[in-house]
């Protein structure tokens, strides 16, 4: 029922679409971009339910989590973080991967909504840490479309990989695409 919910205000409500060029494996870390607007949450949770997946999780700061969004934020799979605090995140996610059996995290690489040519390598360490595969999941609002379009394994080169992961987003367009920036690529 809730899916059928999450479709009807994705596709037919707001008019967007889904293209899945590959599926998401049981546990993964979904690198989410471009990531411009606070609506990409929302629309995430959307594309997500529509799907008919139920446990997807992301990693928000902390202060986000008081009241009155905490409660919410929670529920919706929302994992605070504690950005002052100089403890391996990468190790704890990790670990938190590990102990289930399914577990899809997802992460925007650029961590603001502000252009940032210099992306966080969390998501790939984490990856790389939990030996999980990272699925590369594209928001384009001007074609009202979020794409699952490829599926790769951390191969330890982190420059390069990330290289071609840029590669990959650098079509879609953001909410406010002038936030989006991939740096130098080539």
């Not at 995430?44 to 529509?50: I, N, S, V």
């Not at 929670?74 to 577990?103: C, N, W, Y």
């Not at 595969?133 to 951390?154: F, H, N, Q, S, V």
Request: glycine residues 8%; contains cysteine.
């Amino acid at each position: 029922m809730k899916q059928k919910i999450y479709s009807f205000i994705y596709n037919k409500v707001l008019g967007w679409k889904t293209d899945l060029k590959v599926e998401l494996d049981d546990k993964c870390i979904v690198c989410v971009a471009p990531h411009t607007s606070n609506c990409d949450l929302i629309m995430g949770k959307l594309f997500y339910g529509a799907l008919g997946e139920k446990d997807s999780h992301f990693m928000m700061k902390k202060e986000w989590f008081k009241f009155p969004f905490g409660f919410f934020f929670k529920r919706a799979g929302g994992i605070p973080v504690d950005r002052s605090r100089k403890t391996s995140l990468v190790d704890q996610m990790s670990e938190v991967i590990s102990q289930h059996k399914k577990f899809h995290l997802a992460i925007t690489p650029e961590a603001t909504r502000k252009p940032n040519p210099e992306w966080k390598m969390g998501f790939y360490y984490i990856a790389l840490g939990a030996n999980v595969p990272i699925i590369l999941a594209g928001i384009d609002y001007e074609k009202k479309c979020i794409t699952l379009g490829k599926r790769m394994i951390p191969s330890g080169n982190a420059e390069e990989d990330l290289r071609d992961i840029k590669l990959f987003f650098k079509d879609f367009k953001g909410k406010h695409p002038e936030n989006f920036n991939l740096g130098n690529i080539e």
